[in-house]
């Protein structure tokens, strides 16, 4: 692991990764959400609406894979002080509050027609929120503190206190919820069908693509930026 | 030395009590006036109200829990006595404690009277109250040694604390129906996490601190 903490070594894979991994993913996304929408029968039961599901599955899966990255760039900054770790996971943190928040508009737009309304406080839902606030404030804090000392292990702190935090907060959602009525949602028993199901690893597969190559493409940025200012200080401090 | 730092935070807090505690009130008064006065609404959610008051008058004292002492110097004082920062963030959460759980405590007295909860919900929010606000204060103390020094702290720290608060809402509120003990002790163990954790990761955010 050691061997990428030099930055240069590290642009040297990443820079033509970026562009492999970004294509790729593109190609497989498109490819499996065009054959969602046409290709695929309509289900029995929920008629086009099902199709929202080559999008909104990638989206969950990569919201909370993000937050698992998260957790692991910051057990590694933490523990080893890996100097690349920091900026992995503040470029992890903005696709992964983008994909949250996909994944919710997502489920709102299929909920509509199919529920009946915009939002349900289901359990689920209500923890995808949670996550998707949790985001928002690790961004705000990794932001305010990147530029005092120690600020990378603060946002690492409260990455781990986060990933500790969210199994609790997810069973908690849930145990609430079956204090109410239950909602006679979901696909119970039945499993998805292998006709509509097919598309789904091809958009899962080109979303987790396109998301690593975005967040190489993030780390890239930051570690300019990173150069950029100290040249500047640099330049300033010989003039 | 660590009862003195307990002793010297405690009585700091508690003579800046007023501040939460009247928030506190407030907070529950302004409730009747968003949902209107019927007294069986009031009683049935005033419980879970007050919940949401304690978990905002929480938020006030985060900027001054850790901020001062960092800005005086008296951490890196303690710190080259080699006192481990560990040891300085427990006594910050039991100090903080304190200086605003007791009080919130008994402000959650006339809070219940004034939305009418029944003697028996009040026994089991001052139950729940128990048991939540330590891991209130050490979600507090965690998060002021996470914002110590940045721009907008109060804010920031608001946004941290609040979502990483919802199991103790969840399970605080739980427990006020009648015959549910399960809620009370779902509650006790968050709380017992939280409160146990608290230490390390503010202790490693003040070592943070140093750098």
């Known amino acids: 692991m050691h061997a990428f903490a030099n930055p240069t070594r590290f642009l040297s894979l990443a820079r033509p990764l970026t562009g492999w991994l970004g294509w790729a993913g593109a190609v497989l996304a498109l490819v499996g959400i065009i054959a969602g929408l046409t290709l695929t029968p309509r289900d029995y039961l929920q008629g086009e609406t099902v199709r929202i599901m080559y999008i909104h599955v990638p989206a969950a899966w990569l919201g909370m894979a993000g937050w698992g990255g998260i957790a692991a760039a910051s057990v590694a900054e933490l523990v080893w002080r890996h100097p690349l770790a920091a900026i992995a996971a503040r470029a992890t943190a903005v696709p992964g509050a983008v994909f949250a928040a996909i994944c919710l508009a997502s489920g709102s737009i299929w909920g509509r027609p199919t529920w009946g309304t915009w939002w349900e406080w289901d359990g689920r839902l209500t923890s995808m929120l949670v996550l998707f606030f949790l985001y928002i404030a690790y961004i705000a804090l990794a932001d305010a503190s990147a530029d005092r000392g120690g600020g990378a292990r603060v946002a690492a702190i409260f990455g781990l206190v986060g990933a500790i935090n969210l199994p609790i907060i997810h069973f908690s959602v849930l145990w609430w919820r079956t204090l109410h009525q239950g909602q006679s949602i979901g696909f119970t028993g039945s499993t998805i069908a292998p006709s509509i199901l097919w598309p789904l690893p091809l958009t899962t597969i080109g979303f987790t693509l396109l998301f690593t190559a975005i967040i190489l493409m993030r780390m890239r940025m930051l570690l300019a930026n990173a150069k950029l200012e100290a040249r500047q200080r640099r330049m300033g401090g010989a003039a | ?211």
Not at chain 2, 12 to 17: C, D, F, K, N, S
Not at chain 2, 58 to 70: G, N
Not at chain 2, 81 to 86: L, M, N, P, T, V
Not at chain 2, 89 to 101: C, E, I, P, R, S
């Open chain 2, 1 to 211: 030395m660590i009862a003195g730092l307990i002793r010297r935070d405690a009585r700091r807090g508690l003579r800046a009590a007023g501040l939460p505690v009247a928030f506190f009130l407030v907070a529950a008064t302004l409730f009747p006036f968003a949902v209107g006065p019927d007294a069986r609404l009031l009683a049935s959610a005033g419980g879970g109200m007050l919940w949401l008051a304690a978990l905002l008058a929480a938020l006030l004292p985060i900027e001054r829990l850790v901020a001062p002492d960092a800005d005086a110097g008296v951490l890196d004082q303690l710190a080259m006595r080699g006192i481990a920062d560990e040891t300085v963030a427990a006594a910050k959460v039991a100090a903080h404690w304190l200086g605003f759980g007791p009080p919130l405590m008994i402000a959650a007295l006339p809070g219940a009277a004034l939305l009418g909860l029944d003697g028996a919900t009040l026994g089991r929010l001052e139950a729940g109250l128990a048991i939540g606000t330590p891991a209130l204060a050490a979600l507090g103390v965690t998060v002021a040694a996470l914002t110590v020094g940045l721009r907008g702290a109060g804010a920031l720290a608001g946004l941290v604390v609040l979502p990483l608060a919802v199991p103790l809402l969840i399970f605080g509120a739980g427990a006020l129906m009648p015959g549910d003990g399960q809620a009370l002790k779902l509650l006790a163990a968050t709380a017992l996490l939280l409160t146990a954790g608290a230490p390390f990761a503010a202790g490693a955010a003040l070592r943070a601190l140093r750098e």
